[in-house]
């Protein structure tokens, strides 16, 4: 056996626990293998599940959300386990926990940050078959990812099906029934360390591993798709175990969960089983295809929406935040590529105007490209190396949006302003004019209901931003308030803006102390 | 006492009761004053609460939603009238059923329609505090309305205080308690009497009426805002058990009701209350300042929505649909008037533009008028003679759409199309490009998921629409489909159609046979 005695906060310690004892991987109401009760002295505790890993061994994984002596005991069906004890120091001594320092990503409000309070702004992209790469793809996926700036990748388990998909799976997650079914209850070690090593490299890059868990791709290739939801929750119950204790995991239930014809009550009592199972609360979503779903549901922490039209204009993107009252990303705005399907053929600069106008509906989106590969696949579904021209200009955004800091830019006045002003109201604004604008801007300023008011003297800077150059042009002028209205403020004295005019613009308003 | 023996479909149906026993106005769970069991020889059975008059009597109004022989028997505290039984014969011979020969208007799908299931396209407008002008100014708004072409209004029962609001109410919903609240066991006769004949007039206008049961507006002025919750539903059992026989009832539980501090669940006990209570499952919804009510609760019939800047685009609008599954209804898309803020400023071409681009978006919206009156009040207030120029182009908005016909129009490719071309899929199309056009149209029709599928060869007209001069200009030329593509379709063959420059156009496409 070994067992972990010291360790450092939100680093992944591993319990390893052979047994003799038959192979458990549990159905819903069934006992787990293992669980282990942790208890700090603060009165904090955790209970953890482990897996069978399939070597006669079962395996806790436990990453400490606090410094301090945190003493545990084993509870499992195999007597040789059952009533285990121990004590585990974290220690900030024992070494860095890198780019896990910060804790878990969480949906805080209409944003998100890491435990610690950390902002997180989500620039994810997306690969849906990258599991079943090889090894040397998917590393140099994720390099390439990491290099672009991309700090999430959505993917799935399961393996997809059908159009661009070149590469058969070497490996299959779980093991065959005699009858040529999937045995929900024989996980295959191999491929789950496939899994593990792949989201490993994932936080070492840097990069929140967004899994999408259940599959609506399989296109009755595999029959992954047809699993009963009692096999699903076998499933689930083993990937949760296996990664919640990486702090950088998301869980997405689906991609077009409704491909698959499920009804509600069964996503969502997967998604409340994965809400249990999960100590850390990582992020959980579900995205959707044609048929939005209920995003309200309480196991759901953030829109996870596709819809083709939404990131064209921020007030549509808006109002998912609205009528969902919870942090939207939008997570399939179409990609950057040149197949025939329209979904497949945005230029980059289409895809980047689409980023901008999501950030300044006060929302987040994901990234995907879909150039055809020499084999005939796509980066969005098998990874590879990044073609495309949107990569640098949302690096550019995100570090603008770093730039301005805080939690997260809000809408000032999103049920009125067509002018859709995001910001932290009184102290930074970003305003995304796109390419259509009219060569010039008179400064004006939404008031809002939130945050610090906008008063008479104030003075602001306001930067031009050629959202697609890539460049950053301070005014030369200072704007200062001389009239407040009830709804708008003016700086009147100052001359109008010269726009670039073929540029796509986006203005960043700064308040001057 | 008095029942109807002989009555016609959807004709109110008055039985007036007198006893000698006490008031009874019942609280949630007691037992009203009387119900009506009535069953027909087809199985069709129904259960009306009556309600206490006042003036020693109990009345049961019932419309009957089939013809032939209805039998009734009665349960009530009152021993006289416990046990009471007869029956109504319902025969067409007895009279016309006149503006209501169709029956209650219910939301079907994503649009409205009658019992009969003849469509219905609300074209409404908007005067809160209707019911507290004097019985001229009550019977001169509505005549006004009706003549020009409104088919729905929007008033509330409590009376509303605040600005523009000039004449105080004469008479009040209830009696005073001795320390001065109000007795909601108590209803003012004469007060709900001049509710009866407001609906009456609407009713007998062919305008449906949409009561606002509840008061966000009252300022706490009178204090009806502070009723209980046991309050509210006696005062919504008396409403109900009053109103609901008439066919041309609709119910708001509130107007911006987040401007009052209740938790959601308090609404949604109110809204099933109103849902079990009324056996003709009128429209039901609730109305929202700021804050979006979740309108997928199942109590709810149709999202009535207020969100300034989403009637300003047809994608907005439509998403609406998307993310709630039911029929929409903009109920404050900001109002044609001239006085200083900014939801009351509206030019009526501003206002005529939101009802094309909502229609666009395979919604509906409601009118309202703010032009400041002689006495300073405002038409959505206290209602009058329209002044605006608004309300001759949604009439002729309307008219276009009864040409069109069908049960309303869908967006034909919500998901993706940034054109919002709604229509009848391969039958008719309707498509607002605004005043903001390049001048010409090439023709094209987006193919979508659903309905008749786009072939080669199938031959369309189509018609110029000024929306604002209210001219349709007929194309002399036919469009006949050359290019079919997955997602769009083409007339290549055909020439551009020449739009007058500055005017805001729709295009009407129809099938040719």
Known sequence: ??????????????????????????????????????????????????????????????????????????????????????????????????????????????????????????????????????????????????????????????????????????????????????????????????????????????????????????????????????????????????????????????????????????????????????????????????????NRRPWITHSSIQQGQAADDAGRVGLFRDVYGKAVILDEICYEGDIALRWGRLTGRQLVHRFWTTICGGAYASHGESFEREDGSLHMVAGGRLQGESPRRLAFLRSILDEIGGAGLEPVDSWWDDEFVVGIPGRAYLRYLGDTHPGGWTFRLPQGLLGERLEPGQRYAVDVIDTWEMTVAPVDAVFELDEVGRNESYARAAEPVALPPTAPVALRIRRLP
């Open 1 to 294: 056996m070994t067992f972990p005695t010291r360790t450092t906060r939100w680093h992944v310690a591993e319990f390893r626990l052979p047994t003799s004892g038959p192979r458990i991987v549990p159905a819903p109401s069934a006992r787990p293998p293992i669980l282990l009760r942790f208890s700090h002295p603060s009165g904090l505790a955790m209970a953890v599940e482990g897996f069978d890993d399939g070597d006669g061994g079962c395996v806790v994984r436990w990453a400490a959300p606090e410094e301090g002596r945190w003493e545990w005991n084993a509870e499992s069906p195999h007597p040789e386990l059952d009533g285990l004890t121990g004590v585990v120091d974290v220690d900030p001594a024992v070494g860095a926990a890198g780019s896990h320092a910060h804790g878990p990503v969480r949906a805080v409000g209409f944003h998100f940050a890491h435990a610690d309070g950390t902002p997180f702004r989500p620039f994810g992209s997306t690969a849906y078959n990258l599991l079943h790469q090889s090894d040397d793809a998917i590393r140099e996926t994720i390099d390439d990812l990491a290099a672009a700036g991309f700090n999430k990748l959505r993917f799935m388990v399961f393996p997809q099906a059908g159009d661009y998909v070149v590469r058969t799976p070497e490996v299959m997650p779980l093991e065959r029934t005699a009858d040529g079914g999937w045995d929900a209850s024989r996980p295959v070690p191999e491929f789950f360390r496939r899994l593990d090593r792949t989201v490993e490299l994932l936080g070492a890059a840097g990069i929140q591993a967004e899994v999408l868990l259940l599959d609506a791709y399989d296109n009755d290739a595999y029959g992954l798709n047809r699993l009963t939801e009692d096999e699903d929750a076998r499933y689930l119950r083993h990937v949760v175990a296996r990664l919640a204790a990486h702090p950088h995991v998301w869980w997405s239930l689906c991609n077009e969960y409704d491909l698959l014809d499920r009804p509600d009550e069964r996503w969502d009592r997967a998604g409340e089983l994965v809400r249990a199972l999960d100590p850390y609360d990582h992020p959980r979503s579900i995205h959707n295809w044609r048929r939005l779903y209920d």
